[in-house]
């Protein structure tokens, strides 16, 4: 299916590894023109020339998306998206009694007021030029909390909420924005997590692993392509009927039927 976006202009953030290369990756497919960011050089660069080899015009931005110096630069880049999937780094686990309120600050900078920060920045052109997709990539977290990521729950429920009213607003001018809330998918933060677990409980992360895939119905983890071809589709020209929605993709993890 042609998503209907040759030509348009996307801003991926975080997105030399894992979930947002894999978006990149299938909008480069779609000739759209990227500006990707991460604050690594080297997996950054090395990433945008993957991405050119796909036959994408690529902008690679280093710099920090949590931070207002870093949206500048990358807004300096790429002006007026079309296309914003918005993305960081997750919040460290732990427990609700040692979180400080800087840990609770930090977590809601990087995974709230950042993503809230580029949107507002973008949104109200976007809705001039008449057509636009936002998507915010959170997690099956909102919708199912996790034990050990309080912080994560929060700011990302948070952004989840603050863009709900809004996502009605932009409708009429073919705006939309949408969460996507991924479960385990199998990209290096996945595996730091498998690996601080293994150490913890003395095990192989091998059993770990095999435990985590167990949980999930679909019997496996989520691959970044697949991740990237659900978040490609509602970016795409056939997606302006779908806003303020929040989409599990999580191998069938989650056990409710709504
Ligand atoms: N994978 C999963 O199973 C899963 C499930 C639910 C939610 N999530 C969430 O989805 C997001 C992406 O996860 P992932 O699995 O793709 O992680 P990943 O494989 O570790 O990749 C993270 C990417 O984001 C970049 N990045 C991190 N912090 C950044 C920042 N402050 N500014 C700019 N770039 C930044 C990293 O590059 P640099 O480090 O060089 O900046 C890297 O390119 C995270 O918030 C994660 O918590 C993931």
Known sequence: MDLGIKGRKAIVCAASK???????QALAREGVDLTICARGKDALEATARELSALGAKVTPVVCD?????????????????DILVNNAGGP?????????LDDWRKAVEGNMI??????????????DRGFSRIVNITSASIKQPIASLELSNGARLGLT???????????????????ILPGPFD????RGTSEKLAQSRGVDVAVVDA????????????????????VAFLCSAHAGYITGQNLLIDGGGYPGSL
């Open 211 to 230: 435990e985590r895939k167990a949980a999930v119905p679909a019997g496996r983890f989520g691959t970044a392509e697949e991740f990237g071809a659900t």
């Open 92 to 100: 460290p686990p732990g427990d609700f009694k040692n979180f400080s």
């Open 65 to 81: 998306v949590t931070t207002e110096e870093g949206r500048k630069a990358l807004l300096a880049a790429c002006p007026a998206p």
């Open 187 to 190: 990209t290096d933060r996945l």
């Open 161 to 179: 909420g603050a863009v709900a009213v809004l996502a009605r607003k932009a409708a009429r001018s073919n705006v939309t924005i949408n969460g």
């Open 114 to 127: 950042s993503p809230i920060a580029l949107i507002h920045a973008t949104i109200y052109g976007m809705m």
């Open 18 to 24: 894992g979930l947002g290369k894999g978006c990149a």
